[in-house]
Structure formats: structure tokens, C-alpha cells
Nanobody, 118 residues
């Protein structure tokens, strides 16, 4: 059974930084994509950043230049370094593991709250 455990959320002032971590455990195919999505109150869940097992990355326009996604394949862990945080970054951040192939599947973490005060 695959589990994703997130850590690193919290309260920070605008302009500050936070680092999120997500560790995946269990058995899954090594060719995959890990990433972060977020959901603010009253809004749909949206992509923040994703990274493939080959370390190709994709970012939402709203976070480009401020957030950096990285991963440690040996630890099955993905990180999100968030700098220059803005109040509009406030949301619950969810870790995602996407498995490709005929049995494609998405796993989700429980979510971690990020609150940016102005």
C-alpha cells in the first residue's frame, strides 16, 4: 500500500520561505511523477509544480521564479522550496504521486496547511 506523508507547512509572513517535504512509502513503479497541488478555500485544486523521475519539471505560472521542486529518488521524497511567499499562496498543499502505464493511478497525501500573512 502506497502512503504519502507530508511535512513542513505552517504560518509565515509575506516574503518569507517554507520548505515542504513528502515521503512516499510502499511498492510502486520507479518511473513516475511526483508533485504538489494546492487548494484554497472556495477554489479548485490546482497544480503548483511537478517533477518526473528523470527530474523534468513543470511549474504553475504563478510560482515560477519563487518555488523550486526537487526530489531524491533514493528516498522517494519530493521537496518544494517556497520563497518570496505571498498571501495568495495560502492554501492546503497536497503531495501527489502519479504512476504511469496500463495501471495508471494517482496517490495523494493528507495535505498540509500553508498560511501566508500580509
Amino acid at each position: 500500500q502506497v502512503q504519502l506523508v507530508e511535512s513542513g507547512g505552517g504560518l509565515v509572513q509575506a516574503g518569507g520561505s517554507l520548505r515542504l517535504s513528502c515521503a512516499a512509502s510502499g511498492s510502486f513503479f520507479s518511473i513516475n511523477t511526483m508533485g504538489w497541488y494546492r487548494q484554497a478555500p472556495g477554489k479548485q485544486r490546482e497544480l503548483v509544480a511537478v517533477i518526473t523521475s528523470g527530474r523534468s519539471t513543470n511549474y504553475a505560472d504563478s510560482v515560477k521564479g519563487r518555488f523550486t521542486i526537487s526530489r531524491d529518488n533514493a528516498k522517494n521524497t519530493v521537496y518544494l522550496q517556497m520563497n518570496s511567499l505571498k498571501p495568495e499562496d495560502t492554501a492546503v498543499y497536497y503531495c501527489n504521486l502519479h504512476i504511469y502505464g496500463s495501471s495508471a493511478y494517482d496517490y495523494w497525501g493528507q495535505g498540509t496547511q500553508v498560511t501566508v500573512s500580509s
